[in-house]
């Protein structure tokens, strides 16, 4: 039985990272390919309008290019930080969040509070990597699905134990029918459970229809040596 659960959760976990492979794949494909097809024609054109010598024509056109190689690089960048931001072992969880907070705010109508008091402690990194990706996916969700206004988000230290929570208004859903089902397409937020359960985190999500969505997720505190 217990070899049977094994290979149940190593499948779940797979599909779980070839899911997150193939959206990455795709976001990086289409804006890339829609870059390189952009500025493909911009180069055309400005070769053209140099041979006829409409230099100022030219000119209008290369500013055009500048601010759509500005916009790639600042979504290229944005998928790099999905990946994986380089600054979490250096500057540390709070750190990097405040700035992907940033970055939601910015992109979307949302309304972030963030409270926390972990301080100099240098969580481990595998358990930092976890609660970042939770955090990934509940905001995944916020802007796809839940059409919330104002999060709130807290990443403390309880009695021996980071707790992490995050809770939006939105329009919420039904978690007990949400988790039951099989569906591939929905393997987000149990893969994240997963993930926090292989640590020997806690992870509990509550959300109602029309109630909004609450994740809260406790780790022992464990340090990097």
């Known amino acids: 039985m217990e070899n049977a659960e094994a290979r149940e959760f190593s499948k779940k976990i797979l599909a779980i990272q070839e899911e997150e492979r193939h959206r990455i794949s795709r976001d990086l494909h289409d804006e890339i390919g829609q870059f390189s097809v952009s500025l493909g024609s911009a180069l055309n054109i400005i070769e053209k309008e140099i041979t006829k010598r409409n230099l100022d024509s030219a000119l209008r056109v290369i500013k055009d290019a500048k601010i759509i190689l500005a916009n790639t690089a600042e979504k290229i960048r944005a ?33 972030i509070k963030f409270k926390e008091n972990i301080g100099n402690i240098h969580i481990k990194e595998e358990v930092a990597i976890t609660l970042y990706r939770v955090i990934q996916e509940a905001f995944n969700n916020i802007v796809k699905h839940a059409k919330a206004r104002n999060v709130k988000i807290e990443l403390l230290l309880k009695k021996g134990e980071i707790s992490f929570t995050i809770e939006d208004d939105g329009i919420g859903f039904d978690a007990e029918v949400f988790f039951k089902d099989i569906n591939m397409d929905k393997l987000g937020l149990r893969g994240m459970r997963e993930r926090v359960d292989l640590l020997d985190g806690k992870f509990l999500l509550q959300s109602k229809s029309k109630n909004g969505t609450n994740i809260n997720v406790t780790f022992p505190i464990i340090e990097e040596a």
Request: net charge neutral; charged share 20%.
């Open 79 to 111: 998928l790099f930080i999905d990946l994986r931001p380089a600054e979490l072992g250096m500057l540390g969880l709070p750190s990097v969040l405040r700035e992907l907070f940033s970055h939601y705010t910015k992109s979307y109508p949302l309304n």
